[in-house]
Structure formats: structure tokens, C-alpha cells
């Protein structure tokens, strides 16, 4: 009798043959300058629709700190400022708070981590989401309850975009002008400008030449489509031809909307997402006040999932869901193999990833064919790369859609789309006629700091920071770097760099420029800079990891967690630099630096 071992480890050698293949296919030599920004041609794509802009008279303003962007970021650290008796100013070039959920008002919008680690304050504000992954209106409206809770919207100037940030000696502050013709004298001036907010369009040949109409996912046209982002049908669709141009996590989001709406939708593919299990619920009031609600809550439950998504031990898996499914995978395999003697090495880790990371995904796939009824199609939807090459996505109603008779998979082999003309979109050598294309083309990541910011900043003596970071950035903790006293990012990179859960980074740096802020203040302290020497200490130390965006693995399919497949160099290293030993104990190392008042590194001058 034949050993079935053979047969698994050949089918298994054949589908990582398969995942090589696939990449190499899609590998191009534009790489990341593929993409258009909307700019000249495209600007009007770029116009906020949701919130009209009004004139006003240009301000002139003195400040203690301000915070450039009103997401999650400048909410969060508007909030602890507030909090420390901190005078804030945010400036914020969308027409409200919200950030990324001001602006991706598309229909479906949801997040996609468990809203209780994701949406930020909850217990400070009392919200309590309604669902296990609440969808972007509730998302918006906390922002806004944020906004109120802390006085955050009167503290901030809306539909004003940030031109130029300058260090100025004599006062020992920045002048930050803006588009509005503002002169905003600040002390402090914070980033918090998120990583994706820079929408990209595919520079696909004649996409100036469609006749029909087009736009952005993050600037859904609600005024063309119909319907509401609440769930009202899109009645402006009822007749109309759509083509969708990718399938990321925001197409897999937005489809089922379209295909229950649009008289005829085509979803042209380049790659697959892999579509895992979403099972969404509501929030059962019952349990939450009986098994969750208990002073700092949301704390111990940010500290549980982080916990276990990044592979440690706890007594239990608070979430359970995707994120947390594939670290407990793994980390029940290096138990099991070491309770049966293998050594636990750099080598057992790498082979219980692989291991938990090729059963995860075919399973990803074998649900492709339970689902989808047509079998050229299904074949078409499967993800062929371990799972964390691209976003992973998680969804009960994507996959389903191309069931619909009026739904079309075009799957471009991993070609993309050929051309765009007047008529419609070419793929394959076939013209799809379409009166509409919506594009899911995702956002501008790893292209300059300042292309992606739309301003400069200069610090003393003239230095620049595109100059300080032509080679990529550099910086203490993440948020201070040398040469720029008063400057503060608030992110992820060079930190924590916790993806899954973006939230918790920004809640941490939060705390933390607050700190100091209120030291500073306390103290008489006037300008606050790292070291030389910390920052280089600080930049040895996170260059030994390397996080998943910008350090994803060179084999794999190519997207924005790799460069699109391109090695960056040190600019690459740089911007992937992590915590090596892990988010958790980034937040802890930062905890303890914050409160233990020495604030070591940073040169604090009066
Ligand atoms: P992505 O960058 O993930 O996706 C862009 C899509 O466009 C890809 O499928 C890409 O294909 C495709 N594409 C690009 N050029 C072409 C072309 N010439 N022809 C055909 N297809 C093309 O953008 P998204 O907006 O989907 O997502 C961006 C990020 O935003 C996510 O990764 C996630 O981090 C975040 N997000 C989070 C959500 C949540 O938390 N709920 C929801 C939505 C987004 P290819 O893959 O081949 O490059």
C-alpha cells in the first residue's frame, strides 16, 4: 500500500511551485510608479463629495500644539492632549473628523478587526459598538462622538490642507501655513497623517478617454450612484453597466453592493484577495455588561489581541477570529512539537508558520468551491500566496456575488487591465462596454513622506526632512526625529508596527506626545529633540525586524506590502524597521519610558 505522506508533500510542493509562478507573472518593471496620482486631469477625482466647502477668512493663530490631520490619529492624541490641559489645533484637509472613515464612504465599509480593539475610547466615551465588526457609519459617528466628547471639532479648522511647516529660531516654534492662506504659530506640530490616504488611480493606457462616468472608492459618488452608505439601494445604478478595476479589501467590500444594484457589474481582477470567514454579529448587551464591561476594559482587551495575534501565550483568545486563528495556529503547532522533544528554534518557527499558513489558505480555497456555483469562476477567485502576502480580507457576501447572473468575474490572468476607451474597459483582448467604472485602486504607500503629505517640513537652519529622510526615515521611537526639534509623528513604522490592529499603535503615541507635551509644559521646557545618538541606537535596534508593510517577503505576490515585489534598499528596511522584539513589548518599553519621567534620548531644552 502506497504511503499517503508522498502524495500530500507532492500536492504541497506543487501549489508553492504554483505561488512562485503566479508572482512571477505579475511582476512589473514600473513597479510602485505603475499607479497615477490625482493630479492635473484627475484632480476633480481628488474633491471631497461629501461635505461642501465653504470660504473663510484666512487665521492667524498661536498655539501650543498643532496636529496635522483629524483621523484616528489627531483624535486620539487631540483627546489625551485635551485630557493633560494641552491647547490643540487640528488641521484637517477633509471636511469633518474621521480620516480614513470621513473619506471611504463607500457602500459596505466595515472594519475588519474586532470593533471593541479597533474603535479607539470607547470606555472614555461610553460607546459600546453594536456589532463585532461595526460598519463605517457607526465608525464615523464615534469619530464624531470623539469630536464632541473632548471638544475636538472646535479645536479644528476643516477643508484645510497643511503647504508648508517652518521652524522659526527666534520664537523657537514652527509657522505652519495652509491652503486657506492660514499662519498658524505652533510649539509643537504633530503628524498624524495615516498611511493610506493618498488615493492612486491604475495608469492604464486611455483612462483619460472614458466617456462614461468614473471615480475613486474613497470618493464614492453618491450623487450618481443613488442610495446611501446606510444600506439604501443604489437606484442610480438600475440601469447602468459597472466595471470594477481591483479586487483589494476594499472591492471585496463594496461588490456585494454593487452586484445586488447595477443592471449588469464586472469585477476585472488582476489578483485574487483571500476571502476567509467574516461571521459578523450583533453586540449582545447582555453579555457585554455581564462578561466584558469592568474598569479598563478596552485596555485589557487591546493587550489580549495583540497578544495573541502576534503569537503570545494567554489564558484565552478574547476576539477569535481570523487575525487571532493563524497565530494560535502556530503557536499549538511549536507547542506540540516541542512537547514531543523538537528543539525550539528559529528553524521550528518558520516550519510551524509555513505549516499553519499552507493549511489556512487551503482552506481559503476549498471555500472558494463550496460557494461559488460556476467552476471556471471559483477556480478564478482562488488566492494563490501564503496569506499574509496581501491584506487579508474576511467576508460573507463577497464570494457569493458572482453567483448573481448579472455579475462577471474578468480575470485578467494577473495581466491587469489592457486599456480604457471611450466605450469601456478592454481585458483580454475583449471590450467590455460600461457606462460606469468604479475604482478600487487602493492608496500611494512607499512613495516620499512629502508627495504623500503635500508639505515639507523645515527645521533649523533650512534642513529639510525629505532631506533628513532621502534614504528613507529615520527616527527615535517612531515619532522624534533629530534635527527637528517640536516635531512628533504619530504612526506605526519604527514602533510597535502592530498592521492588524492599526488603532493600537496610534492609542500608545497618543499617551505618549501628551507626556511629554505635559512635561514640557510643567517644566518650562521649550524645545523637545532626540539625540543624535538615541536615533541612531534607536534605528540599530528596529532594523533588526522587519514588519510586514514595506518588509513583506521579496517572493512574495507583489502589492504594497512589498514594494510591489521591488527590494527598496535601506529606504525599504527603513520604513518596514520594527520593535524586535514585538508590539507587546513596544508598548510596554514605551509605557514604562513615558512615566518613569527621565524621557531618555530627548535633548529637553528651556
Ligand atoms: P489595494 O491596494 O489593496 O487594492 C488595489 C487593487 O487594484 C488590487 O486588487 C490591484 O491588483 C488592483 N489593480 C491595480 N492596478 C490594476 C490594473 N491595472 N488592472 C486591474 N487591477 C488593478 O487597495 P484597497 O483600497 O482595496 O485596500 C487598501 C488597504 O486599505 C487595504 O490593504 C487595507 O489595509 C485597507 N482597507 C481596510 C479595510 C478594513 O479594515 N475594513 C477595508 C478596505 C481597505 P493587484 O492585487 O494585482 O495589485
Redesign the pocket.
Given at each position: 500500500m502506497d504511503d499517503p505522506r508522498p502524495v500530500a508533500e507532492d500536492h504541497r510542493r506543487a501549489v508553492l511551485d504554483r505561488y512562485r509562478a503566479e508572482r512571477d507573472k505579475?511582476i512589473r518593471a514600473d513597479g510602485i510608479d505603475q499607479y497615477l496620482e490625482l493630479t492635473g486631469r484627475f484632480a476633480a477625482m481628488a474633491e471631497d463629495p461629501h461635505v461642501e466647502r465653504v470660504e473663510r477668512e484666512p487665521l492667524r493663530r498661536e498655539v501650543t500644539a498643532l496636529f496635522v490631520g483629524a483621523g484616528f490619529a489627531g483624535l486620539t492624541t487631540g483627546a489625551r492632549l485635551v485630557e493633560a490641559g494641552i491647547d490643540v489645533l487640528l488641521v484637517e484637509k477633509g471636511g469633518g473628523v474621521g480620516g480614513t472613515w470621513y473619506w471611504n464612504r463607500y457602500p459596505g465599509?466595515?472594519?475588519?478587526?474586532h470593533s471593541f480593539v479597533y474603535l479607539p475610547l470607547l470606555e472614555e466615551t461610553g460607546h459600546v459598538p453594536t456589532e463585532k465588526y461595526a460598519h463605517g457609519p457607526e465608525i464615523l459617528e464615534h469619530c464624531e462622538r470623539i469630536a464632541e466628547h473632548y471638544g475636538l471639532a472646535e479645536r479644528s479648522l476643516f477643508h484645510t490642507v497643511v503647504t508648508d511647516i517652518v521652524w522659526d529660531g527666534d520664537a523657537r516654534r514652527y509657522l505652519v501655513r495652509t491652503d486657506r492662506g492660514d499662519e498658524l504659530a505652533a510649539r509643537h506640530v504633530i503628524l498624524g497623517t495615516g498611511p493610506?490616504h493618498k488615493p492612486k488611480l491604475?495608469g492604464?493606457p486611455g483612462i483619460e478617454t472614458f466617456a462614461g462616468h468614473a471615480f475613486h472608492?474613497s470618493r464614492w459618488d453618491w450623487g450618481h450612484t443613488g442610495g446611501d452608505r446606510f444600506g439604501a439601494p443604489m437606484t442610480g445604478l438600475a440601469d447602468q453597466r459597472v466595471a470594477v478595476?481591483?479586487?483589494?479589501?476594499?472591492?471585496v467590500?463594496c461588490v456585494p453592493h454593487l452586484a445586488r444594484d447595477a443592471a449588469a457589474l464586472c469585477v476585472?481582477q488582476?489578483?485574487p484577495s483571500s476571502i476567509d470567514v467574516r461571521a459578523n454579529e450583533p453586540t449582545d448587551l447582555d453579555w457585554f455588561e455581564r462578561e466584558v464591561q469592568a474598569p479598563g476594559w478596552q485596555e485589557r482587551w487591546l493587550t489580549n489581541f495583540t497578544l495573541v495575534q502576534t503569537g503570545g501565550w494567554a489564558e484565552e483568545d478574547l476576539v477569535h477570529d481570523g487575525w487571532t486563528d493563524i497565530a494560535r495556529r502556530i503557536r499549538d503547532k511549536v507547542v506540540e512539537r516541542a512537547a514531543a522533544g523538537e528543539a525550539v528554534d528559529a528553524d521550528l518557527l518558520a516550519r510551524a508558520f509555513g505549516d499553519s499558513d499552507f493549511e489556512k489558505m487551503e482552506e481559503i480555497r476549498a471555500r472558494v468551491d463550496q460557494v461559488v456555483t460556476d467552476p471556471d469562476t471559483a477556480e478564478a477567485l482562488k488566492a494563490w500566496y501564503p496569506q499574509l502576502c496581501?491584506?487579508p480580507c474576511f467576508h460573507d457576501e463577497y464570494l457569493e456575488a458572482f453567483n448573481r447572473p448579472t455579475v462577471r468575474l474578468v480575470d485578467?490572468g494577473g495581466r491587469?487591465?489592457e486599456r480604457i476607451t471611450e466605450r469601456g474597459v478592454v481585458a483580454n483582448g475583449e471590450e467590455f462596454e460600461v457606462d460606469c467604472i468604479v475604482f478600487?485602486?487602493?492608496?500611494e504607500v512607499g512613495t516620499d513622506h512629502a508627495r504623500r503629505a503635500g508639505f515639507d517640513v523645515t527645521g533649523p537652519e533650512g534642513r529639510r526632512l525629505s532631506e533628513a529622510w532621502d534614504e528613507g526615515m529615520v527616527s527615535l521611537h517612531g515619532m522624534h526625529v533629530h534635527g527637528f526639534p517640536n516635531l512628533y509623528v504619530v504612526g506605526a513604522a519604527q514602533a510597535a508596527n502592530l498592521i492588524s490592529n492599526y488603532p493600537h499603535n496610534l492609542a500608545e503615541a497618543a499617551k505618549t506626545v501628551a507626556a511629554i507635551l505635559a512635561h514640557a509644559e510643567a517644566e518650562g521646557i521649550v524645545e523637545v529633540e532626540a539625540t543624535a545618538e538615541a536615533q541612531d541606537a534607536w534605528m540599530d535596534l528596529v532594523l533588526q525586524r522587519q514588519g510586514l508593510i514595506g518588509g513583506g517577503a521579496a517572493d512574495c505576490t507583489?502589492?504594497?506590502y512589498n514594494n510591489e515585489g521591488h527590494d527598496a534598499g535601506l529606504r525599504g528596511r527603513r520604513g518596514a524597521a520594527s520593535y524586535p522584539d514585538g508590539p507587546v513589548a513596544f508598548f510596554r518599553y514605551i509605557a514604562e519610558w513615558r512615566t518613569d519621567g527621565r524621557f531618555d534620548g530627548l535633548d529637553l531644552r528651556r
Open positions: 505579475r465599509a466595515q472594519c475588519d478587526t493610506l491604475p492604464i472608492t478595476i481591483g479586487t483589494g479589501a476594499t472591492a467590500q476585472f488582476r489578483t496581501k491584506r485578467t491587469g487591465v478600487a485602486s487602493g492608496f507583489p502589492g504594497y
